[in-house]
C-alpha cells in the first residue's frame, strides 16, 4: 500500500487554465504538506496543514489554493496556470510535532506538472 | 544566501571509493538535522537522522558541527545503488512547531563501476 499517494503523476496543460493535483496519506499522520521542486531541483516548501488547519503558507501567489477535507487528505488547486508553475509538485505527511527532535516526513512519489 | 548549502556535484567516484559531502546551514537556531537521498525522477526519502554526537549506519557516518552550523555525510565502500542526490534537510522548528523543513539544493553522487 502507498503510504502518500498523489495524482495524477503527469500533467500537462495549457497556461491559463485550472487544474488541481491531489493527495492522500493512509500512515495516520496529522500534517500534511506541498513541496514544489523546480528546474534547479530546489525544493521548498508551500504549505502545511495541521489537522485540516492551515499552519504554514509560504510566499506562494493565491493562484495556489489548498483544501484539506481531512486529516488524511490535501489537495492543490491552480488557477490561471502560468509558465512558471511548471515544476514537480510533492504532497508530504508527518506527525505534528513542538519538539526539537523533528520528526520523518514522507513523500508522495510527486506530481510532474508541465504548462505549455 | 542561500539558508542550507550543498556543493551540487555532481562528485563522480569509482565502486569501493569513500566520498564526503558536506553542507552548511545558516539559521543558528535550527533544531535537527537529516540527510535524505532522491533518486532520479523519485520522491526524496530520509537516509538518516544527524545528532551531535555524530552516527553512523552501516557504510554511512553523519556528523554536525553546530559551532561551524556545519553537517557532513560520509559514504564508505560506495555502490553503484548509492548514486543518488544527497539533501542536507534541516528542521528550523519555531512558534510555528511542526517540521519546517528547509532543504538544501542536494549533492548527485555518480558511482561508476
Known amino acids: 500500500d502507498t503510504a502518500v499517494s498523489q495524482t495524477p503523476k503527469y500533467l500537462v496543460t495549457q497556461m491559463g487554465n485550472d487544474k488541481s493535483i491531489k493527495c492522500e496519506q493512509n500512515?495516520?499522520?496529522?500534517?500534511m504538506y506541498w513541496y514544489k521542486q523546480d528546474s534547479k531541483k530546489f525544493l521548498k516548501i508551500m504549505f502545511s496543514y495541521n489537522n485540516k488547519e492551515l499552519i504554514i503558507n509560504e510566499t506562494v501567489p493565491n493562484r495556489f489554493s489548498p483544501k484539506s477535507p481531512d486529516k488524511a487528505h490535501l489537495n492543490l488547486h491552480i488557477n490561471s496556470l502560468e509558465l512558471g508553475d511548471s515544476a514537480v509538485y510533492f504532497c508530504a505527511s508527518s506527525q505534528w510535532l513542538a519538539q526539537s527532535s523533528g520528526n520523518t516526513i514522507y513523500f508522495g512519489e510527486g506530481s510532474w506538472l508541465t504548462v505549455v | 544566501r542561500k539558508e542550507v548549502e550543498q556543493d551540487p556535484g555532481p562528485f563522480n567516484v569509482p565502486e569501493g571509493a569513500t566520498v564526503a559531502f558536506n553542507c552548511t546551514y545558516s539559521?543558528?537556531?535550527?533544531?535537527?538535522f537529516f540527510w535524505y537521498r532522491q533518486d532520479c525522477r523519485k520522491e526524496p526519502k530520509l537516509l538518516m537522522s544527524v545528532y551531535s554526537s555524530g552516527n553512523e549506519d552501516g557504510r554511512f557516518t553523519a556528523q554536525l558541527n553546530r559551532a561551524s552550523q556545519y553537517i557532513s555525510l560520509l559514504i564508505r565502500d560506495s555502490k553503484l545503488s548509492d548514486s543518488a542526490t544527497y539533501l542536507c534537510v534541516v528542521n528550523e522548528v519555531g512558534l510555528q512547531a511542526g517540521n519546517m523543513l528547509t532543504f538544501g539544493g542536494g549533492t548527485r553522487l555518480m558511482v561508476k563501476p
Open positions: 539559521n543558528s537556531a535550527s533544531q535537527s
Open positions: 500512515l495516520g499522520h496529522d500534517t
